[in-house]
């Protein structure tokens, strides 16, 4: 079994609809990561967690929300979807330590806003 | 600020010729990490290499090696006697010390191997 899922992997929504994503992992690890893939940037860092209580934002935070849920639980919402958040959403996690710290990625997730 | 650059966006060779792939970083702190990932057409990110800056000992891997140079910032990634597998868009990635612990990602190299 895959260490980080996500769930759905692909979607196709509507402007102006709610919608979350949703990352588990069974690697044990304290830290997770939410970033969007668009073609020709590279990954941007949307929100990540350190730990279940910490919370914080990354580069492009506007327009998204996060949970974390459970230490292995962290979901990523768009209150109200628009085109523009039509990308490929990556989550990721990593340990704490300076030799643990390796980012692991899920599958991605393919979101398209119509 | 941290940065990271990947100033080829795309590479294509014959199979079996060696290739490299260029990553150029920016960083204030004194202990930083670098990274590649990469993505094959099916979309996942997958790690190959993780490097401390205070080990500039190079790596070598089957047909992968990296060479981390401080002098000028660059940590690049050669793959010998290249194979149709190979094909993917392979990303350089920076993260630095305590405090400024983020992942800055390049925005990637696309590899075509040439059957």
């Known amino acids: 079994d895959a260490d980080v899922t996500q769930t759905p992997r692909n979607r196709i929504t509507k402007t102006g609809k709610r919608i979350m994503l949703e990352c588990s992992q069974t690697?044990?690890?304290?830290?997770m990561y939410w970033y969007r893939q668009d073609p020709g940037l590279g990954l941007q860092l949307i929100y990540y967690?350190?730990?279940?209580?910490?919370?914080n934002k990354g580069e492009i935070s506007d327009g998204y929300s996060v949970s974390r849920q459970a230490q292995a639980k962290f979901s990523l919402s768009l209150e109200s979807a628009i085109p523009n958040q039509t990308a490929l959403y990556f989550c990721?996690?990593?340990?704490?330590?300076?030799?643990?710290?390796?980012?692991?990625f899920g599958p991605g997730t393919r979101l398209t806003v119509l | 600020a941290q940065k990271v650059t990947q100033a080829q966006t795309e590479i294509s060779v014959v199979e079996k010729e060696d290739v490299t792939l260029d990553c150029v970083y920016e960083?204030?702190?004194?202990?930083?990490?670098l990274f590649w990932y990469k993505q094959p057409p099916s979309g996942e990110l997958v790690f190959l290499i993780r490097?401390?800056?205070?080990?500039?000992q190079n790596e070598i891997s089957g047909r992968y090696s990296w060479n981390f140079q401080k002098s000028t910032s660059s940590f690049n990634f050669t793959i010998t006697a290249s194979q149709v597998v190979d094909s993917a868009v392979y990303f350089c990635?920076?993260?630095?010390?305590?405090?400024?612990?983020?992942?800055?990602f390049g925005t990637g190299t696309r590899l075509t191997i040439i059957p």
């Open positions: 960083t204030r702190d004194t202990t930083y990490y």
């Open positions: 690697k044990g690890h304290d830290r």
């Open positions: 990635a920076l993260r630095g010390n305590f405090g400024n612990e983020k992942l800055t």
């Open positions: 990721a996690t990593s340990g704490r330590g300076s030799r643990t710290d390796t980012q692991y």
């Open positions: 967690s350190f730990d279940v209580k910490d919370i």
């Open positions: 490097r401390n800056s205070f080990d500039e």
